[in-house]
T-cell receptor
Framework: LAKTTQPISMDSYEGQEVNITCSHNNIATNDYITWYQQFPSQGPRFIIQGYKTKVTNEVASLFIPADRKSSTLSLPRVSLSDTAVYYC??????????FGSGTKLNVKP | NAGVTQTPKFQVLKTGQSMTLQCAQD?????MYWYRQDPGMGLRLIYY???????DKGEVPNGYNVSRLNKREFSLRLESAAPSQTSVYFC?????????????FGEGSRLTVL
């Protein structure tokens, strides 16, 4: 029932910029796009949310094209501590939010 | 500010036993969720509650019941535990409006059914 599709895994090296893309072809007009980070043995943690165009905060940027059928989470200059699973969700208020399988990011030294 | 609190953190049950996982949030959120996460997998929605007194099934509701008696608390009950219910259970809550997608999670409850 997950409304999103992401790559299963990605590898990167410390200091690189990492872009993780999520496909959500059936996104509804009132849906927002939200990204989460999850470390082993912890609950997911909110990273960033957007509706359209570009959103930036202190840890990441979110790029959303005009058709909103996909989104890209950008992590600048990753470090070993960014090794985690990243999930994108779409939905709106009073929705049931479904997590897909996520993208396992492995940052190498 | 505790956020979302889950109890117990760890539990071992025998097949057929029952138990209730408790969840409480102090952020005045209307929406609350129960998810389960099996090893190496993503989270799967068990039940959702949009407000006090209302609940709705998620992806994997079979074998579970929930109760939302007040705004703060949302409990998950296993009436007759099965080994397939061995998992980590996460409770979450969120507000309405533009920030509805920002879910706040508890630390998880690790359940083993023998």
């Amino acid at each position: 029932l997950a409304k999103t599709t992401q790559p299963i895994s990605m590898d990167s090296y410390e200091g690189q910029e990492v872009n993780i893309t999520c496909s959500h072809n059936n996104i509804a007009t009132n849906d927002y796009i939200t990204w989460y980070q999850q470390f082993p043995s912890q609950g997911p943690r909110f990273i960033i949310q957007g509706y359209k165009t570009k959103v930036t905060n202190e840890v990441a940027s979110l790029f959303i094209p005009a058709d909103r059928k996909s989104s890209t989470l950008s992590l600048p200059r990753v470090s070993l501590s960014d090794t985690a699973v990243y999930y994108c969700l779409v939905g709106a208020a009073f929705n049931k939010f479904y997590f897909g399988s996520g993208t396992k990011l492995n940052v190498k030294p | 500010n505790a956020g979302v609190t889950q109890t117990p953190k760890f539990q071992v049950l025998k097949t057929g036993q029952s138990m209730t996982l408790q969840c409480a949030q102090d952020m005045n959120h209307n929406s609350m969720y129960w998810y389960r996460q099996d090893p190496g997998m993503g989270l799967r929605l068990i039940y959702y509650s949009a407000s006090e007194g209302t609940t709705d099934k998620g992806e994997v509701p079979n074998g579970y019941n929930v109760s939302r008696l007040n705004k703060r608390e949302f409990s998950l009950r296993l009436e007759s535990a099965a080994p397939s219910q061995t998992s980590v259970y996460f409770c979450a809550s969120s507000e309405e409006g533009e920030r509805a997608g920002e879910l706040f999670f508890g630390e998880g409850s690790r359940l083993t059914v023998l």
